[in-house]
Structure formats: structure tokens, C-alpha cells
């Protein structure tokens, strides 16, 4: 299984910005998809999930700015980032649990989100 994120790049706060991640075909079921973040000298933290349920759960800091969606039929999950600070500035992950059917968690490439103020 691979995981192909997109979007990224440089907003001024305040701004939006949409990423997607897009899982490769397979035979995996997917149970959960989300976006992790990093900063420099920070921990890799949770930004949002979404399950295949579409129960989602968000970082605090994003809660209200961020929408996570996924389109099952293209495996593919969007984050849409709304208002963005330059706080959220970092490199953002894509991450994905499947079955196959053992449980495997699988990340994306990293892409950079930078928010200027």
C-alpha cells in the first residue's frame, strides 16, 4: 500500500489550504485515515482521523478550522484547512490504518505547509 499526499505549500494567515491523500488500490480494507504534523523541534502530533465509520477526531488546535472528509470509492482522504496560523506551520503527514487483514499502519511522504503572517 502506498500513500500519495498533495497540496501543501505557502498561504498568508487566514487563508485556506486543501491536501489529499490518496491510498493506492489493494486488497486492504481501510479502517482509518488522517494527517499527522511536525514541527521543527516538536513532536509529531495528530492533526485529524477519520474511520470508516466517518467518526473523526481532531488535534485541539485545529478544532473548528479543520474538516477531514474521505471518498471511500478513491481511498482518498482531504484535509480542509480553514483560517490557518502560522503556528500550524510544519510538515504535514499522511497516515493510514488498514487490514490486510492484520492490522498495518502505513505513512505518506511528508508535505510542507508554511503559514506566513
Known amino acids: 500500500v502506498q500513500l500519495q499526499a498533495s497540496g501543501g505549500g505557502v498561504v498568508q494567515a487566514g487563508e485556506s489550504m486543501r491536501l489529499s491523500c490518496a491510498a493506492s488500490?489493494?486488497?486492504?480494507?481501510?479502517?482509518?485515515m488522517g494527517w499527522f504534523r511536525q514541527a521543527p523541534g516538536n513532536e509529531r502530533e495528530l492533526v485529524a482521523r477519520?474511520?470508516?465509520?466517518?467518526?473523526?477526531t481532531y488535534g485541539d488546535s485545529v478544532q473548528a478550522r479543520f474538516n477531514i472528509s474521505m471518498d471511500k470509492a478513491k481511498n482518498t482522504a482531504h484535509l480542509q484547512m480553514n483560517n490557518l496560523k502560522p503556528e500550524d506551520t510544519a510538515v504535514y503527514y499522511c497516515n493510514a490504518l488498514i487490514a490486510t487483514p492484520g492490522f498495518q499502519a502505513v505513512w505518506g511522504q511528508g508535505t510542507q505547509v508554511t503559514v506566513s503572517s
Open positions: 488500490k489493494g486488497t486492504f480494507s481501510i479502517i482509518a
Open positions: 477519520i474511520r470508516s465509520n466517518n467518526s473523526t
